[in-house]
């Protein structure tokens, strides 16, 4: 079976490969350093040419990716492609703006999909994400989410799930809520940091319209950066409070915690 990863490089992409790899599945990595460039759509032939499935990750950092996707959707549709995992967000309901429009186009054009709606990356506590760059350069944390709590789930689970969801005979045509396995808030999320790693840091919450002028003198794009800090206050008012049982079920073992994660990731 022949299986396009797109975002291959990145938080999900890198380690669904190599899990689509080990279980035998012919992969095809995808993104800019392979070739592949959402806004080339002359390099888009070759990325799902001989493709039964693909992993789909939208460009990242484009407010609205569906014009961009649906023709590529429409094109991999004509040349074989039968199911669509999507990448899409627990925030993000079908026919939202943004990713909720990628998702209802993967509705219309796929005979078979899964639209993964994951919960916030662990990653963003380590990677190149805003708040891993507060904690690195300041110790601190700045969200608009105040005491809310998030069920943080590590992307290579994401990854087991898709996976799982890519090599099944059949994966039907539903969405998946995906959460780790306890819903804390930053500030607790910031004390197991500190527990971990000895390194003290501290969250603070800030109101929306000055995360979205803090994200956008970070150098993301206006209606991007709105976009983003208003998720933050969905998170204060409770929308992100809730665990689910999806990684268990799809993969047969429970998601990784916060302070798991970060040991293995932080500790020196
Ligand atoms: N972070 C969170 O907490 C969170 C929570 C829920 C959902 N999500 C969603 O998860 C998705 C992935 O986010 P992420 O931050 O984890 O990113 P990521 O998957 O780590 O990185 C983006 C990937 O896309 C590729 N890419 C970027 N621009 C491209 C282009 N123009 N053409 C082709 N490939 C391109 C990158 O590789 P190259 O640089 O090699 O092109 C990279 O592999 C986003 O849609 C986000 O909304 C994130």
């Known amino acids: 079976m022949k299986v396009l990863v797109t975002g ?27 070739g592949f460039d959402w806004s080339d759509p002359a390099t888009h032939h070759a990325a799902v040419d001989g493709v039964e499935r693909m992993y789909l990750v939208a460009p990242v950092g484009v407010a609205e990716p569906e014009p961009l996707v649906r023709p590529f959707l429409e094109r991999a549709r004509e040349t074989g492609v039968r199911r669509v995992v999507l990448l899409s967000s627990s925030a993000v ?6 990713l909720g429009r990628v998702d209802s186009a993967v509705r219309e054009i796929m005979p078979e999909f899964a639209v993964l709606r994951p919960s916030w990356f662990m990653q963003n506590f380590t990677g190149d994400h805003p708040v891993a760059e507060g904690i690195r350069t300041r110790g601190e944390i700045v969200t608009a989410t105040g005491e809310g709590r998030v069920a943080f789930i590590d992307a290579a689970d994401i990854a087991a799930s898709a996976a799982a969801l890519l090599l099944a005979d059949e994966c039907g045509r539903d969405e998946h809520v ?11 999320a910031a004390a197991i940091y500190s527990e971990v790693t000895g390194v003290e840091v501290r969250h603070t919450s800030v109101g929306t319209t000055d995360l979205a002028d803090r994200f956008v003198a970070a150098g993301y794009p206006a209606d991007f950066a709105a976009a983003l800090a208003a998720l933050d206050e969905g998170i ?21 915690p916060l302070r798991r994660f970060l040991a293995e990731q932080l500790r020196r």
């Open 236 to 256: 204060r008012h409770g929308s992100e409070d809730r665990v689910t049982g999806t990684v268990h079920r799809l993969t047969g073992r429970p998601p990784k």
């Open 93 to 98: 309901a079908t026919g939202d703006p943004g």
């Open 178 to 188: 995906i959460t780790g396995p306890e819903a804390i808030s930053y500030a607790e």
């Open 8 to 34: 291959a490089s990145g938080n999900t992409g890198r380690p669904l490969v190599r899990l689509l790899s080990e279980a035998g599945a012919t992969v095809r990595a995808a993104s800019r350093r392979t």
